[in-house]
């Protein structure tokens, strides 16, 4: 607990250890010690557990941070199997945005991993997510004595992971028994910075910081840079989908990634994904991805679906869309846009102007969702449609608030949910089809269910 904020919030204490370093040694790493936590501290992000404080003691240095409560990608792997595709395209749209942020401002976090990748407890995920506080935390201490902040009990907050390795059968869950959670709940703990400061790293230059299995060519080889950081994303996906360690996921004989070999069977990744995979993790630098935000636009514009349906006007589900081709074909937009509800109802079975949850939105057949996309793309020229809002809210970093703000919609949800809404060609790009249909107060929810489907189905 950090008694120094009124608040008096808990926290985590990282020692950085110097077990042989001289007095010359410590001046050093104590120099680049407060220079480096002057920059953690500038990383103020949503995402980023703030740095509270840094402090010297005893020819020691710590850091202390927020601490987040709730459970790694890593632990989330082991107690409830490999993750899907729709997780996996939630990961990247979730952290994308966090290293487009903390690479513009020069810092690379050199140690990107499930481990130090939490999602952060809240409301929402509560009953999907079983989550304890590690128990070091309540055997550490920080108090007051005069002006001088001292440590009590001090141990290693965080365990050093053990070797990649397969998450066992008994292990292995249906791909969908993670719930997708609200975007923002993945938080980036553990940055490598950190790791940097040591008596090592002061004598050696190009000293390796990160986790091999995770680890670029350039990197291993004491050069990090942005790209180095995407390439360690990439092989975190591909830990994730298929519970197997990096190391065994390549092939040194060919030189070459082969993780779709384990695969599980029915967990199924679409070739618009393993394309984006594919270049996250490229060894060779210039064939890689050289920033978060190349990747953002890679995903942005993706191959367009192969199989057109807009000409096809009646679904699987037995839904005809003439009325709302129609519609969309004279540029009657407000009449489109009530049509648009009301055969989303009839795509779920449910009766027409019934509010849609994010649990409809993932029952809703995705041949459906591509013909209501592509009627609405045709006929408005592409400004306006579903995969147009969501190209918006991924270039927006999934901040709602942005992207409303962008699309000229209002935050918050009234009696009449079209009330602000002008229904004419000069809005901006975005703006319809409304979401009247979604159901609740937390429409970020709906815009993030949404963006998942239309990834993962594309």
Known sequence: MDEHIPSRPFCVIKQLCFPDADNSSFGKAAELFRQEAVRLDELKHPQIPQLLAHFEQE????LVQELITGQTLAQELQQQGVFSEAHIWQ?????????????????????????????????????????????QISETAIFNKGSTMTVGNMESLFRKPKRGKAVTNSQIQPANTIELSTPGNLVLIDFGVAKQITATALVNTGTTVGSAEYMAPEQMRGKALPASDLYSLGVSCIYLLTGISPFDLFDVTSDRWIWRDYLLPGNTVTENLSAILDKLLQ??????????????????????????LVNTLYSAAGVDYKRLRNLLATRQWQQADQETWIVMCQALSKPAGSYLFNSDLENLPAEDLQIIDQLWKKYSQGHFGFTVQTQIYLTCGSDYGQFCATVGWSLTKSNSPTHNFLFIWSVPKGNLPTHSWAGGTQLWRHMNALTTKLLSNS
């Open 59 to 62: 020819n020691q240095l710590y």
């Open 91 to 135: 990961l990247l749209q979730d952290l994308l945005p966090v290293l487009q942020f903390i690479h513009s401002r020069q810092v690379i976090h050199r140690d990107i991993k499930p481990a130090n990748i939490m999602r952060k407890r809240t409301p929402e995920n509560l009953g999907s997510i079983d989550i304890a506080v590690p128990q």
């Open 283 to 308: 060894n060779a630098l210039p064939q890689r991805y050289q920033s978060a935000t190349e990747v953002i636009a890679a995903i942005n514009t993706k191959a367009p679906i192969k199989r057109s």
